[in-house]
């Protein structure tokens, strides 16, 4: 568990999700929906989000990345692990949607242009609500433009 400026949730990477049985069925299920293939994904991000915590207004898109031989992140899949008593949900400003965290519901969302896939869709900037009552467990698989595990 690490600090990110304006997250106040804990998070993890699961570097053995990729090879354990279950990581392994929702990693090729991922990869059946989205048409991408499952080398181009980072290690699956574990996010918990106890009462109060919450991420700030933010892009998966980096900039630093898009030089780097994965390329950018080009896509987000979003899983909910877990119900959520009130709030913790995930909202897109500019697209006026919000989600709520059910278990086993998921979101995927583009973080470059069809156009340009080396520029961010501003249209995806996003932010973790607050939870207001209950804790919120999520994963994060973030998919690359190009083979990620080298």
Not at 119 to 141: C, L, W, Y
């Amino acid at each position: 568990t690490y600090y990110i400026k304006g997250r106040t949730s804990y998070n993890s990477w699961c570097g053995k999700c990729r090879f354990d049985p279950y990581g392994k069925q929702v990693l090729a299920r991922i990869e059946d929906l989205t048409g991408i293939r499952q080398s181009n994904y980072e290690e699956m991000q574990m996010l918990r989000y106890q009462k109060t915590q919450h991420y700030h207004l933010h892009h998966d898109f980096d900039h630093y990345e898009v030089p780097r031989q994965p390329g950018p992140r080009i896509a987000t899949f979003f899983l909910y692990l877990s119900d959520v008593e009130e709030g913790g949900e995930t909202h897109f400003p500019h697209l006026n949607l919000t989600f709520t965290p059910k278990k086993g519901r998921a979101v995927l969302w583009p973080n470059v242009l069809d156009f340009d896939p080396f520029s961010p869709d501003p249209r995806t900037e996003h932010q973790a609500m607050p939870v207001v009552k209950g804790i919120k467990f999520a994963a994060n698989i973030w998919a690359h433009q190009h083979d990620w595990l080298g």
